[in-house]
């Protein structure tokens, strides 16, 4: 059974979560030790702590990631299609949306509204 607490990757570490990392990492705290208190994973700690010691920063680039293949119009929609149908399937959606999507960004964007697919 997966951990009810789903711990979410680097990049999507708010700023103030970075920030408290940074704090902490610099007060002397291991890795465990901050992964615990703002309960992510050590490995997303890691990669923040890496970052600002290599960078001197721990905001992310401006343009990084993957380009958008939907715009935020269209992720509502998806959104409000299965909320008005929760019967409708991956395919109807991405046909009526009209943009070449994989089923996973369906899925995902339904996932954050906390809708399963």
Avoid at 7 to 34: C, D, N, P, Y
Avoid at 45 to 53: A, F, I, L, Y
Avoid at 95 to 100: E, P, Q, R, S, T
Wanted: with cysteine; net charge positive; glycine share 6%.
């Amino acid at each position: 059974m997966p951990d009810k607490r789903a711990r979410r990757h680097f990049s999507q570490l708010s700023e103030f979560e970075r920030g408290l990392i940074i704090g902490m990492k610099t007060a002397g705290w291991s890795t465990h030790r901050v992964a615990g208190q703002v309960d992510r994973s050590e490995c997303a700690v890691r990669n923040c702590w890496e970052q600002w010691t290599r960078e001197g920063t721990h905001v992310r680039k401006s343009g990084s990631g993957a380009t958008r293949k939907t715009s935020r119009r269209e992720d509502r929609r998806i959104v409000r299609q299965a909320l008005v149908n929760p019967t409708v399937t991956i395919s109807t959606i991405r046909a009526d949306v009209g943009v070449a999507i994989a089923p996973q960004t369906i899925s995902r964007h339904l996932a954050e509204a906390n809708l399963k697919s």
